[in-house]
């Protein structure tokens, strides 16, 4: 794990799977983003359509989900200066003005505008797979997580695949964020690590995991690299997000600031989990 076979970092897996079945995946290799797969907002009830929409491009068979320099805050009154691009394969809201909404991450939030539900991919359990390109700038960061679908309030575990900051990147070691927060799931508990890798994450590396009825296996470029002996036991959906913090002191990276995607994809056991 970790050796760097080219300039564009660990190469792609075949998209077949031995001992599993493809689900869901998405190559990238339209013109435009497939939103009969993905919601292309972020958490749209506790702003708007308008501020959430994600800024990116579809090139070389590839997102390029991205921050630009002009782009406005998401939601600046709950989530501060942040700006945000982010796709997902579910969305859950109450009525305006209702509390009920996924990843309410702030206890005075309300929904803002109304929403229609959706639900693209929102399994329960399966070995997720995607092959990212982070960004080494110090203000951004990159995610691919799972959150609970949510119909119910405990329904809220996330489950992250992969976080990395652009400042814990370097040429032979990278920080990768994965782990389970409960947030208002009371069968969960708090097992989060920032895990050190031999890899460039600025180059495509593979990140998965395999969500098992008793457990969450994390791996990286087909190694496993962490075991957590929890496993949220209701459908989740899924995240792909970058992030800048303008508050951070910046590396100066040049906008537009892009985390790319080379391909998704979720499979399912033979035989399904005993």
């Not at 292309?40 to 929409?53: E, F, I, K, N, T």
């Not at 995240?239 to 994809?265: C, H, L, Q, T, W």
Request: glycine share 8%.
């Amino acid at each position: 794990m970790g050796e760097e076979l080219s300039p564009l970092g660990f190469p792609p897996n075949p998209l077949e799977k031995p001992g599993y079945v493809l689900e869901f995946h998405d190559e990238f290799d339209g013109p435009e983003l497939d939103t009969r797969k993905w919601v292309p907002y972020y958490l749209p009830q506790w702003s708007s359509r308008a501020q959430s929409a994600p800024r990116y491009e579809i090139r070389q068979g590839q997102l390029r989900l991205q921050i630009t320099r002009d782009q406005p805050p998401w939601c600046p009154e709950f989530d501060g200066e942040i700006r945000c691009s982010s796709i997902q394969t579910g969305l859950f809201a109450g009525l305006p003005g209702s509390p009920a909404g996924q990843h309410r991450f702030n206890p005075a939030l309300v929904v803002r505008e109304a929403q229609e539900n959706a639900a693209t991919y929102t399994p329960q359990y399966g070995y997720f797979e995607t092959r990212v390109k982070a960004i080494k700038s110090s203000a951004n960061h990159v995610a691919v997580w799972m959150i609970g679908y949510e119909d119910a309030p405990e329904r809220s575990g996330e489950i992250a695949i992969c976080e990395i900051m652009g400042d814990e990147i370097a040429n032979e070691t990278s920080k990768v964020g994965l782990g389970v927060h409960p947030w208002g799931d009371p069968a969960l508990e708090d097992a989060f690590y920032r895990q050190p890798i031999g890899i460039d994450a600025s180059r495509f590396h593979i990140y998965a995991v395999e969500w098992l009825p008793d457990r969450l296996d994390f791996y990286v470029d087909n190694v496993k690299v962490r075991s957590i002996d929890q496993s949220p036991n209701y459908p989740m959906q899924f995240m792909v997000s970058i992030y800048e913090n303008p508050s951070k002191p910046d590396s100066g990276a040049p906008y537009p600031r892009e985390f790319a995607i080379d391909y998704f994809r979720a499979y399912q056991p033979e035989g399904g989990y005993r």
